[in-house]
């Protein structure tokens, strides 16, 4: 018998630029002081558009080759943020304004990965709802109406554009980026 397997955890999405990412960790900051929530400060601030999965770390080196072969036929993305929004009583997160194109350029990714990967990624598991996650999991519900209070009423407003997809993977308990490529 062989040494046992390892496995990490990975995703794929699109990071936010500097000036969204400082904003959006003030906001995961203030949930961590009011609320104890430490989870959403664990990832840089994203678009997620490959949901976390596990997979074999000897086959680390073949994921990243097919990050660097992943192409699209989009120009580059405008994505636009406005106000937040949030799922159920647990999840609070930075709206991603409808788009059409981001949900294509999803479709590809997922399409791509999915080819050498099929086995460890689900397609469109959850349906695809583009979003900046500032609390999640650990926000328990009855702080959840005290947070979503706070957010519901305040404006956010952000515009960027990029041609960028990442790899991240989860190591010592922090999401950190693996690779990138600009399709």
């Not at 580059?76 to 406005?82: A, G, M, P, Q, Y």
Request: aromatic content about 12%; overall charge negative.
């Amino acid at each position: 018998m062989g040494p046992p397997t390892i496995h990490s955890m990975y995703y794929v999405a699109i990071l936010c630029p500097g000036n969204v990412e400082d904003k959006v960790y003030h906001f995961k900051r203030w949930v961590k002081e009011q609320f104890g929530c430490t989870v959403a400060l664990k990832s840089p601030a994203h678009i997620t558009l490959i949901a976390p999965f596990w997979l074999e770390e000897t086959r680390e080196e073949e994921l990243l080759q097919a990050l660097q072969s992943f192409a699209s036929d989009k120009d580059e993305l405008k994505i636009e943020i406005s106000g937040f929004s949030h799922f159920s009583n647990r999840v609070i997160f930075v709206q991603v304004n409808e788009n059409p194109e981001l949900e294509e350029l999803q479709n590809q990714t997922q399409n791509h990965f999915y080819q050498s990967f099929r086995e460890v990624i689900k397609k469109d598991v959850p349906p695809f709802h583009p979003h900046i996650t500032i609390a999640n999991r650990d926000l328990k519900p009855g702080d959840f109406e005290k947070a979503w209070l706070h957010f519901s009423n305040r404006e956010y407003k952000e515009t960027f554009s990029t041609k960028t997809v990442s790899l991240l993977k989860l190591s010592m308990g922090k999401w950190v980026v693996i690779g990138s490529t600009i399709w």
